[in-house]
T-cell receptor, first 113, second 113 residues
Framework: DAEITQSPRHKITETGRQVTLACHQTWNHNNMFWYRQDLGHGLRLIHYSYGVQDTNKGEVSDGYSVSRSNTEDLPLTLESAASSQTSVYFC????????????FGPGTRLTVL | DQQVKQNSPSLSVQEGRISILNCDYTNSMFDYFLWYKKYPAEGPTFLISISSIKDKNEDGRFTVFLNKSAKHLSLHIVPSQPGDSAVYFCAASSGAGSYQLTFGKGTKLSVIP
């Protein structure tokens, strides 16, 4: 069955370290998204991609970067982790139409000490 | 400024009764609305959606109502079941070709047996 996976599921890191969160989908979807979920904020869009080599900034992109070298993967990199980036991160993907459902991964809980 | 608002952080309902979750939005450009359901330690899953050309959409026990003049939508669950206990997120998107979703903060529904 097609799915979307995230790894690791849990990560503890130190302030200033570079961290990369993986997202892999097997639906062959063009669109991929990264969100963060924080108490009192719901889900906020970090970065998104509409296809290979395409990346765009979302609402809360500062301190994050993404790259899209193939259809299946959209890794999220925290260049220099900060305590404010402690959060739960969700990856999502959707097909070619704006109204197509976004399918979410199980999430990665990141703690920055 | 929050464009999608869920003003009730939590809601408790007796099993078998109706659950009504509310959502307000401020951006007049939003033309597509969705509800996602989220269990702890899992990613959000799509529940139901509605286009701005409709005022009601029904799927089994779930119905979404849209009042464009009031910029308000609601999700009705009838009858409520204990398995419906989860956090419900309202989301919206705007404009043809826009794949980006703006989420509310969520409402935690507890269905009491």
């Amino acid at each position: 069955d097609a799915e979307i996976t995230q790894s690791p599921r849990h990560k503890i890191t130190e302030t200033g370290r570079q961290v990369t969160l993986a997202c892999h989908q097997t639906w062959n979807h063009n669109n991929m998204f990264w969100y963060r979920q924080d108490l009192g904020h719901g889900l906020r869009l970090i970065h998104y991609s509409y296809g290979v080599q395409d990346t765009n900034k979302g609402e809360v992109s500062d301190g994050y970067s993404v790259s899209r070298s193939n259809t299946e993967d959209l890794p999220l990199t925290l260049e220099s982790a900060a305590s404010s980036q402690t959060s739960v991160y969700f990856c999502a993907s959707s097909d070619g139409q704006p109204t197509d459902t976004q399918y979410f991964g199980p999430g990665t809980r990141l703690t920055v000490l | 400024d929050q464009q999608v608002k869920q003003n009730s952080p939590s809601l408790s309902v007796q099993e078998g009764r109706i659950s009504i979750l509310n959502c307000d939005y401020t951006n007049s450009m939003f033309d597509y609305f969705l509800w996602y359901k989220k269990y702890p330690a899992e990613g959000p899953t799509f529940l139901i959606s509605i286009s701005s050309i409709k005022d009601k959409n029904e799927d089994g026990r779930f119905t979404v109502f849209l009042n464009k003049s009031a910029k308000h939508l609601s999700l009705h669950i009838v009858p409520s079941q204990p398995g419906d206990s989860a956090v419900y997120f309202c989301a919206a998107s705007s404009g043809a070709g826009s794949y980006q979703l703006t989420f509310g903060k969520g409402t935690k529904l507890s269905v009491i047996p």
